[in-house]
């Protein structure tokens, strides 16, 4: 077994489990991925986002602690977002016995957005006109799509599809697969009771609010779906819960608690933000975040996170919702 190890990218959590913290191109700049181990091998949870920077933390990680191509027995993805699941398939590469373990519902995103997005593509042209995006912001949010979706290959060949409430063994503990819905659709996390431990995925996160977006292919009510899953989280017994970005989350009832106040707030900007004459998700958008310095990436986001919030209030009947010259539009009710 592995002696505890710090390094600028590579930290013992717990035992057994080591975090690597890799880089990314974008304002949120790190993913945390993490290496469990036992007496059958090393699991890989998440695999950063294919970039040559990327891919040194891994050789960076593998050599700190001594773990060589045919010790990954597994490779596990909370969810299809490329952060989470970009270098899945270099990795089984590089260990070509580790199937790539994953939600059904990630298999499908990965086939719909990443591996033939020509549906998705026209979907998501659609998605951006109806929002209110200007015609050159769409084209430049489509070409940075592109770029990301070079990142994210190749994609993971020999892939074991896992279900809710499956218990998966990973660092000599047994994990109950918990699905976690809002983030992504397809996200699935894991909880160890008898330690009290939950690799949290991008559920719960503690610097910043995870981003609950309505996106194409999204099932409807991303946000209530959301909250629910919060309520489930909050009845679990955890110690601390090892997430998808920034810190350890020492107090995870506190957090979702802080989580849902940020979530009524962010309802009630909304609201205030949909003009008496009515308005579209970008112009909402525009009025409740920062857009200054903001990059096509994260306006892409911050439109998905308002469309997000709007449908909410149009299913708690505060707001309505129209369709004008290929717009959505959003009136109060």
């Known amino acids: ?65 001594g773990i ?30 580790a199937p790539v373990l994953m939600t059904r519902e990630t298999d499908w995103f990965s086939r719909y957005v990443w591996r033939d997005p020509t549906q998705w593509q026209g979907e998501m042209r659609d998605y951006l006109a109806r929002s209110g995006l200007p015609p050159e912001m769409e ?25 809710p409430g499956q218990i998966l063994e990973m660092g000599g503990r047994r994990f109950r697969a918990i699905k976690a819905e809002g983030h992504s659709d397809d996200q699935i996390i894991f909880h160890d009771p008898e330690e009290r431990l939950l690799l949290a995925g991008d559920q719960v996160l503690m610097r910043i609010t995870p981003n609950i977006g309505l996106w194409p292919g999204t099932r409807p009510q991303p946000l209530a779906r959301y909250l629910a899953s919060l309520q489930e989280l909050a009845q679990l017994e955890v110690r601390v819960a090892l997430p998808g970005h ?12 802080e989580l849902e106040a940020h979530h009524r707030q962010r309802l009630a900007e909304m609201f205030q933000a949909v003009a008496q004459e009515g308005s579209n ?17 994260e306006i892409r986001f911050a439109v998905a996170e308002t469309l997000a919030h709007l449908e909410h209030l149009v299913a708690e009947g505060a707001l309505a919702r129209e369709t004008e010259k290929g717009r959505w539009i959003y009136r109060p009710a």
């Not at 060589?68 to 089984?92: A, F, K, N």
């Not at 940075?144 to 060949?157: G, L, T």
């Not at 920034?246 to 608690?257: E, M, T, Y």
Request: proline share 7%; glycine share 8%.
């Open 246 to 257: 920034g810190r350890l989350i020492q107090d995870l009832a506190g957090r979702i608690q």
């Open 68 to 97: 060589g191509p045919q010790d990954v027995r597994q490779i596990v993805l909370t969810h299809g977002h490329p952060d989470h699941y970009g270098m899945s398939g270099w990795l089984q590469q590089r260990s070509p016995q």
């Open 1 to 65: 077994m592995p002696k505890p190890v710090q390094t600028a990218l590579v930290t013992s959590v717990a035992q057994a489990i080591y975090q690597v913290r890799l880089p990314l191109p974008f304002a949120l700049n790190s993913v945390n991925c993490y290496l469990l181990v036992d007496e059958a091998g090393w699991t890989i949870l998440d695999t950063g986002l294919g970039t040559s920077l990327g891919r040194a933390g891994w050789q960076e990680a593998f050599q700190s602690l």
């Open 139 to 163: 084209a430049k949010i489509l070409e940075d799509m592109a770029v990301m979706r070079a990142r994210v290959q190749p994609p993971p060949e020999q892939v074991i599809l896992l279900e």
């Open 281 to 297: 998700a970008y112009q909402v958008s525009r009025r409740v975040f920062a857009y200054d310095h903001f990059s096509t990436h």
